[in-house]
């Protein structure tokens, strides 16, 4: 999924986000989880989530657009990616479930799909409290041989993600 895939992980390994946490790590395993207030309303959530063109970077794409971006939120639908000549997969649409503000995806994001490894990816948006501001909260749960020494850089990576949605979330 990374344009340049060394270029754009050694950037990821320094930047990290406030928002953004390793919750767990081991050789074969990592847990990321991230979280912020929006403002926006429940369904605005899932309409936006289901346009990464307009909040997904482009730099971490293969092609170079996130225009070539598409959500299918059905289970079994698609987030892919299209490419000249053909696509990639980036991941299917494993449950959406609007009452209970929550949609879950397999994942395997960029070099995670050369090592076959596992990856869920679960997002979930809040009601706000009297006053209160809605919660966005991402959980990605990663296992495969070798994966736990590349946590800071899909942490960087997603944590942009998650930063450029919320903004997204908020700008609506």
């Given at each position: 999924?990374?344009?340049?895939?060394?270029?754009?992980?050694?950037?990821a390994?320094?930047?990290?986000?406030?928002?953004?946490?390793?919750?767990?790590?081991?050789?074969?395993?990592f847990?990321?989880?991230f979280?912020?207030?929006?403002?926006?309303?429940?369904?605005?959530?899932l309409?936006?989530v289901?346009?990464?063109?307009?909040w997904?970077?482009s730099?971490?794409?293969?092609s170079?657009?996130?225009?070539?971006i598409?959500l299918?939120?059905?289970?079994?639908?698609c987030w892919?990616?299209?490419?000249?000549?053909?696509?990639?997969?980036?991941?299917?649409?494993?449950?959406?479930?609007?009452?209970?503000?929550?949609?879950?995806?397999d994942?395997?994001?960029?070099?995670?799909?050369?090592?076959g490894?596992?990856?869920?990816?679960?997002?979930?948006?809040?009601?706000?409290?009297?006053?209160?501001?809605r919660?966005?909260?991402?959980t990605?749960v990663?296992?495969?041989?070798?994966?736990?020494?590349?946590?800071?850089?899909i942490?960087?990576?997603l944590?942009?993600?998650?930063?450029?949605?919320?903004?997204?979330l908020?700008?609506?």
């Amino acid at each position: 999924m990374l344009k340049t895939v060394s270029a754009g992980l050694a950037l990821a390994m320094i930047a990290t986000a406030a928002s953004a946490e390793v919750k767990a790590r081991t050789d074969s395993g990592f847990t990321l989880a991230f979280e912020r207030p929006v403002r926006a309303a429940p369904e605005t959530v899932l309409e936006t989530v289901a346009i990464p063109a307009a909040w997904w970077s482009s730099d971490h794409t293969y092609s170079g657009d996130a225009a070539n971006i598409r959500l299918d939120l059905v289970p079994g639908g698609c987030w892919c990616e299209t490419l000249p000549g053909g696509g990639v997969k980036h991941a299917e649409t494993l449950m959406v479930w609007p009452e209970r503000r929550m949609v879950r995806f397999d994942a395997p994001f960029g070099p995670l799909q050369g090592l076959g490894a596992d990856a869920v990816l679960t997002m979930t948006w809040s009601d706000p409290p009297e006053g209160g501001e809605r919660q966005l909260k991402w959980t990605f749960v990663v296992q495969g041989p070798g994966t736990g020494a590349m946590a800071d850089a899909i942490d960087g990576v997603l944590a942009e993600q998650f930063r450029r949605l919320g903004d997204r979330l908020d700008d609506l």
